[in-house]
Nanobody, 125 residues
Framework: VQLQAYGGGLVQAGGFLRLSCVAS????????MGWFRQAPGKEREFVGG???????YSAESMKGRFTISRNNAKNTVDLQMNSLKPEDTAVYYC????????????????????WGHGTQVTVSS
């Protein structure tokens, strides 16, 4: 399984970015997909995800600003990030996990088996 996140870049505070994760070999609609981020010197942090059932779930701190969606035709999962803040600066990763994993695991890295290379998001103040 190969996952590739793209769409990162430099944006001013208050701006928006849309990240996408594309998979090869894997059909995204058959697994759970998650987004994580890691800022310099910090641990990887769960952002949100979408189950194979299309149910979405997010970290509480991301609700209202970040939205996850899936495009089955393109085999991508997107992360729409609005009202960006400097503290959102991080490398953002997408990950795929077995559909049998329970919801509680999906809020942590334990719920995912395959990880893509990240994309850098930098929010300037």
């Amino acid at each position: 399984v190969q996952l590739q996140a793209y769409g990162g870049g430099l944006v001013q505070a208050g701006g928006f970015l849309r990240l996408s994760c594309v998979a090869s070999v894997l059909t995204i609609s058959t697994v759970n997909m998650g987004w994580f981020r890691q800022a310099p010197g910090k641990e990887r942090e769960f952002v949100g995800g979408i189950r194979w059932t299309s149910h979405t779930y997010s970290a509480e701190s991301m609700k209202g600003r970040f939205t996850i969606s899936r495009n089955n035709a393109k085999n991508t999962v997107d992360l729409q990030m609005n009202s960006l803040k400097p503290e959102d600066t991080a490398v953002y990763y997408c990950a795929a996990g077995n559909r049998r994993n329970v919801l509680s695991e999906l809020f942590t890295s334990r719920g995912y088996d395959d990880w893509g290379h990240g994309t850098q998001v930098t929010v300037s103040s």
